[in-house]
């Protein structure tokens, strides 16, 4: 099993900056891919980032630019510094790991941006 615990969440205005990070523990041996996910009222989870254990990142087109997600693999972490936030950005974000053809999820964090 893989636990993962989200911060950093909250609220701020139209082109402000947020910063999430999730720790992940347990089995984090083998964790393939780390990244953030989010789900808005009335519409699926989507991928916002993701990262490999060797570093390629992938991007939704919507923050392009604007996100940039890091990992350190020594301390099991995953960060997203968000900018330049959008009000279309508000949302549950939630932090995943792929793990031996598994998901694991976080709790979510809640994101505001307001317009």
């Known amino acids: 099993q893989v636990q993962l615990v989200e911060s950093g969440g909250g609220l701020v205005q139209a082109g402000g900056s947020l910063r999430l990070s999730c720790a992940a523990s347990?089995?984090?041996?083998?964790?393939?891919?780390m990244g953030w996910y989010r789900q808005a009222p009335g519409k699926e989870r989507e991928l916002v980032a993701a990262?490999?254990?060797?570093?390629?990142?992938n991007y939704a087109d919507s923050v392009k630019g604007r996100f940039t997600i890091s990992r350190d693999n020594a301390e099991n972490t995953v960060t997203l510094q968000m900018n330049s936030l959008k009000p279309e950005d508000t949302a549950v974000y939630y932090c995943?790991?792929?793990?031996?053809?598994?998901?694991?999820w976080g709790q979510g964090t809640q994101v505001t941006v307001s317009s």
């Open positions: 990262i490999t254990s060797g570093g390629s990142t």
């Open positions: 995943a790991a792929l793990r031996v053809g598994r998901h694991y």
């Open positions: 347990g089995r984090v041996f083998s964790i393939n891919a």
